[in-house]
């Protein structure tokens, strides 16, 4: 596609469900990011992968979330037993090459995100 | 540690009027890179610049600019001429080698309202 797929776009989901948000990033793109955004906040980092490799996962807030990108294309970022606290959009990003090693070759490209409800 | 402000919370403007983004970070990182992005209702991260910490040249794009002042810690964003299309958030984010440039902070947004 011409740019990083999010979906579902909108979830709403009951406290204590467990839910699955898959984002499609630019095809050939290396690094994948996942923010968590807030309401009237900026994003905040939760983790990064290189390829298949999960490099950084410092920002996810508890052992509830989880992300996955098995064969190095699509990601899953999964959270169980959602909470109220978990109610924010997530957006997922994408960059050509790493991003590490002292430089950035290219800016990241972001998705629409996924806007998840917790009731 | 890393942190961007944007104390700005809400700007408002006629179509025409010139807007400043003000942006002032903290980080201990000798080299690092700013960024600004515009996020429209439709809820995407646009990019608009990257900017290293070694390259203080102001940078003109159209209808923007971009003034970094390192000894005062800020990078603002000037929009002349605004039009109604310029409404959205815009954040402002910083990146460095603590956190081998894979992480973005991003400052909480100025959120731009450009009237007709």
């Known amino acids: 596609g011409a740019g990083v797929s999010q979906s579902p776009r909108y979830k709403v989901a009951k406290r204590g469900q467990d839910v699955a948000l898959r984002c499609d990033p630019i095809?050939?793109?290396?690094?994948l990011f996942w923010y968590q955004q807030a309401l009237g906040q900026g994003p905040e980092f939760l983790t990064y992968f290189q390829n298949e490799a999960q490099l950084d996962k410092s920002g996810l807030p508890s052992d509830r979330f989880f992300a996955e990108r098995p064969e190095g294309s699509v990601s899953t970022l999964k959270i169980q037993r959602t909470q109220q606290e978990d109610s924010a959009v997530y957006l997922c990003a994408s960059s050509l090459v790493s991003v590490g090693r002292g430089r950035i070759d290219t800016e990241a490209f972001f998705g629409q995100g996924t806007r998840l409800t917790v009731v | 540690a890393q942190k961007v402000t944007q104390a700005q919370t809400e700007i408002s403007v006629v179509e025409k009027e010139d807007v400043t983004l003000d942006c002032v970070y903290e980080t201990r990182d000798t080299t690092y890179y700013l960024f600004w992005y515009k996020q429209p209702p439709s809820g995407e991260l646009v990019f608009l610049i990257r900017r290293n910490s070694f390259d203080e040249q102001n940078e003109i794009s159209g209808r923007y600019s971009w003034n970094f002042q390192k000894s005062t810690s800020s990078f603002n964003f000037t929009i002349t001429a605004s039009q109604v299309v310029d409404s959205a958030v815009y954040f402002c984010?910083?990146?460095?080698?603590?956190?081998?440039?894979?992480?973005?902070?991003f400052g909480s947004g100025t959120k731009l309202n450009v009237k007709p």
């Open positions: 095809s050939g793109h290396v690094s």
């Open positions: 984010a910083l990146s460095g080698p603590t956190d081998n440039f894979n992480k973005f902070y």
